[in-house]
C-alpha cells in the first residue's frame, strides 16, 4: 500500500464546543473548519498539526456510529487515517491480503475526501481509513 502520510486522527467527543477550549487554548492549535457530515450522522472539526490533522467527531443523531463509540467506550481515539493515492487500489491490495473491509468502495468524507474503512478485527484492533 502506497501510505504518503498520516492523514488525520479522528477523536470522538461528545461535545465540539466543549472541547474547543482545550485544543485551541491549552494546546494551542487553531480550528480552521466545522463541517456538518450528514450521511454520516457527525459534525466535525479540524485541527492542523505540521502535515497531519486532528479531527473532532461529534455525534448528531443518537443511532450514529460516534455515538455508540461514546455509549460503548468513552470519548476519546476513534481511529487514524492515511492518505493514499488510489482509495479503491488499497482497498483492493488490503482486502487480497485477508484484511476484512467496512467499505467495499470509497464514500465521501470529510473536506472533501475520498475515504474507506478497514475493520479493526483485521487491523490489530485499530480502526484504519484510508483518504485519497
Do not use: W
Amino acid at each position: 500500500m502506497d501510505i504518503s502520510h498520516i492523514e488525520h486522527i479522528g477523536i470522538a467527543v461528545k461535545s465540539i464546543a466543549d472541547s474547543l477550549p482545550y485544543y485551541e487554548t491549552v494546546l494551542g492549535l487553531k480550528c480552521y473548519n466545522i463541517e456538518d457530515v450528514a450521511d454520516q450522522k457527525v459534525k466535525t472539526a479540524f485541527f492542523k498539526v505540521g502535515q497531519t490533522k486532528i479531527e473532532l467527531l461529534e455525534p448528531t443523531s443518537e443511532d450514529s456510529t460516534i455515538a455508540k463509540f461514546i455509549e460503548k467506550r468513552g470519548e476519546g481515539v476513534h481511529h487514524i487515517a492515511f492518505a493514499v493515492p488510489d482509495v479503491s487500489a488499497a482497498l483492493t491490495e488490503a482486502e487480497s491480503k485477508g484484511v476484512q473491509l467496512i467499505d467495499k468502495a470509497p464514500r465521501n468524507g470529510a473536506e472533501g475526501l475520498h475515504i474507506a474503512f478497514l475493520h479493526p478485527k483485521s487491523t490489530k484492533g485499530v480502526l484504519t481509513e484510508l483518504c485519497q
